[in-house]
C-alpha cells in the first residue's frame, strides 16, 4: 500500500517491503538538498514559471492553455510536437494554438510511429521544448531519451477511451475491475535484462498493434512492463492525484510488480524559497510547499527502477521529472484541472472556434 512519509508529511511513498518500518523509508535517507538540485539558474526558473503558471491557472486554464503560457514565460521560440500515427489531426490543432499565440511550431513528416526519428528531427531544428500530443505508451519514453530539448506532454494517447485515460482509473471497481486486475496477469515472468532502446520500441509497437482499441492506457502499460520483464516500476504523481495513485498502486501491485511512489510536493519545501510571494501562491495566506519533481526523479532513480510512470504533474514540472529519471519513462495521465484530465477536449474546443472563425 501507499503509506504517508514521516519525512515528508506531504508526500507519500513506497515502502519496499511491508515489514519495513518507517525510519527504513528511502525518503529518510540521503534525502536530496534541493539548493543543489535546483542550482542551475535555468533549472530554477523553469521549476518557478510552472508553479507560478499553477497558480494563475489554478481550475481557470486548460493544459492546453498551461502549455502555451509556459512556452511564453520560458521564452520558447520553436516548439516540437511529438505524436504517434492516428494523432496527427490533435497535434496539428496543438500547433495551430501555439502559433496562433506567435510560436513557431516543428511538426515531423507523417504520423508515423517513429519517436527517435521525430526527436532527431526537432534536435535538427533546435526546438526549445517539446511537447507529446499523443504517443504509444513506451513510444514516448523512446522519444524522451533521444530529444535535446525538455519533453512536457499534453495528450497521453488513449485509443479505447479517446484519449481521457483516468477514466479507467475512476471506473477501476467495476466496468475495468477484470480487465486491470485478471486480464494481464502472467504466472511467468520474462527476465528483465534492461530496457534497450530498440528492444523498447518494438515491444511498445507490439503492445499498440495488440491494444489499438481494446486496451486502455493503463492496461497497455501493463502490458509494456510484462515483456521488458520489469518487475519494479516508479511512480511519481501529483499530490492532487493522491487517490488516482492510489488505485493505480494496487493495480499494479495486483499485476505482480513492486511499486515505488513519490509525490510531488516531497520534502515540503516552502515556495518562498524559490523567491513565491505569497500573493503568487495557490491559496495565499498559507503555508505552500513547491513542486519538487528532480526530488521525485532522484529518489526513484536511487530505487532503481526499470520502468517510470509520470501521472499528473505540472506542465514544466513533468519536464523536470522526465529528463532526470535514468530508467524509460512513459506519461500515464496528463493533467487538465479544468477537463478532469480529458486534455484532448481543449483542441477539439479550439477547432470548434476554428470553425466558427470568419474566412
Known sequence: MITECARC???VCRLGRPEESPEDCPMRQDFPDHRVLYAAEEVRRRTTEAALIEAYGYCRWTRL????????RMECVSVGFGYCAGMEREARLAASYLRNLGLHVELPAGGRCDPEGQAEHF??????????AGMCVGHDAHFLK???AGVTCLVARDTFLQHNPVGAIYASRTYFHHALYQVHLRPEKVEWEGAIAPHLHHIASEVAHEGQGRWTRLEETIELAHRLGATRLGLAFCHGLREEAKVVDNVLQANGFEVRSVGCKVGAVPKEEFGILDAQKVRPGQPEPICNPLAQAEL???????????MGQCVGHDMATMRSLEAPTTCLIAKDRVLAHNTVAALYAWQGQLEKAPA
Not at 125 to 132: K, L, P, Q, R
Not at 300 to 306: A, E, F, I, R, V
Request: aromatic share 2%.
Open 9 to 11: 508529511p506531504t508526500s
Open 65 to 72: 492553455d498551461e502549455v502555451g503560457e509556459f512556452a511564453r
Open 123 to 132: 534536435n535538427a531544428a533546435c526546438t526549445d521544448i517539446n511537447v507529446i
Open 146 to 148: 533521444a530529444s535535446q
Open 300 to 310: 526513484l532513480n536511487k530505487q532503481q527502477t526499470h520502468l517510470n510512470l509520470v
